[in-house]
């Protein structure tokens, strides 16, 4: 035993036990730590996101209806996704730390009927993946980029379904089974830097309260029931760092991990769901970005030529069905079973195979969807300067000056921006085969072996790359949509 | 008379010209689409009696200029 869990069991004061020097741990930083580990940090920083859904639902309901003109679509389109793609890629799942949906939560819990459990069923990211497919089809169905006043709404939808799911279940359901925000940011983390970790692993294991996961008389524990001395992944975890003020040894650590850990690592649990979840995010992207060139548009007159669709809405589920549910399901049923052929004697059932090789689709996805929100983000950026300036003058308030300044716009320069683009894609390729390459080549099988397996997977991934990048390399719309169905 | 175009997606900065009086009401102004897709054209102006005047109207750009 060591002198941590002695120390431990006789139950000293926390600020007592020995503990040899950590990692570099943010929550042990001089000013930074101390914010995140007080009890009302994070209320901090949801407060501040509180106060921008507020101003997107004010602005939205209330403001001018032209979407660069109003608060509400520039700071929800433009900004939000720039934001979150960054601090994943920089920091980790910062979003969900500063979550304002999640504010409720404590009334929610007070007014609690039954505090029954989520549906066993639906323990999964079904949920998420269909909210997921939803989110994104109406986005294009109802035109959510070019209306404030739905905007609006979506946040209000945010709030209503977070409240409510708390209210009704004693778990936070909403954010680790429900969310689509939450999907997206939590499946992004696993490429984050940063990850939440005991200090020191013998306290956790002489802890008798667990109060990272139970909580404690004044702070709730993990509301995504994550266990800190088991957590090996970023999956489900919001940052809310409930654990570490919850716990009353101090043994919580929010610390930078080796790149790739986690995506390289065996943890990675073999379930179709979350197979089905990263694929699906990666082809999510590319959709996406197809949304936004020409060619969408000339196969929605075909389709309303050739088919007869008329509707709007049916031709985008078609759209959608297909790019995003069955491409997806047909690449991880489809891919695993390839795998399970090509592998030969040590083949794995395919569930196996799904598991091991799904991750590789992070980076790939993270790359697609990097390019896309840093394209808007950097012609973008500074757009809400003036949308500010514009907004406060409409309410009397000279902060800003007299006139805005609807040039202001752009971050980087448009030469630079293709680039970057094509840069961000190849580098989410090649750091998808490095992943790929790190989880075949492991003991037990020879290298030919784990090349066989993996190469279904690295050709879809080569072919994912090519078609991205000839969707940026054609020139970015923004919607070209009120002649289509009627040329 | 004044020209403000918007995208109707949100991050775009809006294109703003004056429009020159060429003949009696008739105004011509340059005006670079910036880039493809959908823009609300806003026209302004005022007029002789001090009344001022707006219009709107919506134009899909197609790639390739237009």
């Given at each position: ?267 990675w649990p073999a379930r179709?769901?979350l197979a ?75 569930l196996q195979?799904a598991g091991r090789?799904a ?129 | ?66």
């Open positions: 035993m060591d002198q941590t869990a002695r120390i431990a069991r006789r139950g000293s004061r926390p600020e007592e036990i020995y503990r040899p020097p950590a990692n570099l741990d943010l929550l042990h930083l001089p000013v930074l730590g101390r914010l995140l580990r007080w009890r009302w940090g994070r209320l901090v920083f949801q407060l501040f996101f509180l106060a921008v859904a507020a101003l997107v639902i004010y602005d939205g309901l209330t403001g001018p209806q032209l979407a660069p003109e109003n608060s509400a679509t520039v700071l929800a389109w433009v900004h939000y996704r720039g934001f979150i793609i960054l601090a994943l890629l920089l920091a980790g799942n910062l979003f969900c730390f500063g979550c304002p949906f999640t504010l409720p939560r404590t009334l929610a819990r007070r007014l609690s009927l039954s505090g029954g459990r989520w549906p066993r069923p639906l323990r999964n990211k079904w949920v998420s993946i269909a909210g997921l497919f939803l989110i994104f089809w109406l986005y294009e169905w109802l035109d959510l980029w070019a209306s404030p006043w739905l905007t609006a709404w979506v946040a209000i939808g945010y709030f209503v379904g977070s409240f409510v799911l708390e209210a009704l279940f004693a778990e936070s359901p909403f954010c680790k089974y429900v969310c689509p925000l939450g999907a997206f940011n939590f499946v992004y983390s696993t490429a984050s830097p940063l990850q939440i970790r005991p200090r020191e692993a013998g306290v956790c294991k002489t802890c008798v309260g667990k109060e990272c996961i139970n909580g404690s008389a004044s702070v709730p524990g993990c509301g995504t029931e994550l266990f800190v001395p088991t957590i090996q992944s970023n999956m489900d975890c919001t940052f809310c760092l409930d654990c570490a003020r919850a716990c009353p040894y101090d043994n919580v650590a929010l610390s930078p991990r080796a790149p790739l850990e986690e995506l390289t690592h065996d943890h179709w769901d089905f979840l990263v694929v699906g995010l990666t082809f999510f992207g590319i959709a996406n970005a197809f949304g936004m060139v020409s060619p969408v548009y000339a196969l929605h007159t075909w389709m309303a030529e050739a088919l007869g669709l008329k509707s709007d809405a049916v031709r985008l589920l078609l759209i959608f069905g297909t790019l995003n549910i069955a491409v997806p399901a047909l690449v991880v049923f489809g891919g695993a079973r390839l795998s399970q052929v090509l592998s030969g004697r040590s083949s794995r059932p395919p195979l090789y991750p590789a689709f992070v980076p790939m996805g993270f790359g697609i969807w990097l390019a896309h929100y840093g394209f808007h983000f950097s012609i973008a950026g500074l757009a809400i300067v003036p949308v500010m300036q514009s907004f406060l003058l409409d309410h009397g308030i000279l902060w800003l000056g007299l006139h805005p300044d609807w040039g202001m716009s752009r971050v980087l320069p448009q030469e630079w921006i293709f680039p970057l683009q094509v840069g961000a894609v190849l580098a989410g390729f090649f750091v998808a085969l490095y992943v790929l390459l790190r989880r075949a080549i492991r003991p037990g099988t020879t290298p030919a072996e784990g090349f066989r397996e993996m190469l279904p997977w690295a050709l879809v991934l080569l072919v994912i790359t090519i078609v991205s990048l000839s969707i940026f390399n054609l020139p970015m719309e923004m919607r070209g949509t009120f002649n289509i169905g009627a040329r | 008379m004044s020209l403000r175009g918007d995208m109707t997606h949100a991050g775009m900065a809006p294109v703003l010209e004056d429009a020159e009086e060429v003949g009696e009401g008739l105004y011509r102004a340059s005006f670079e689409w910036t880039m493809a897709g959908d823009w609300v054209i806003t026209v302004s102006g005022k007029l002789d009696d001090g009344r001022t005047i707006r219009r709107e109207f919506q134009v899909s750009v197609p790639s390739g200029g237009g």
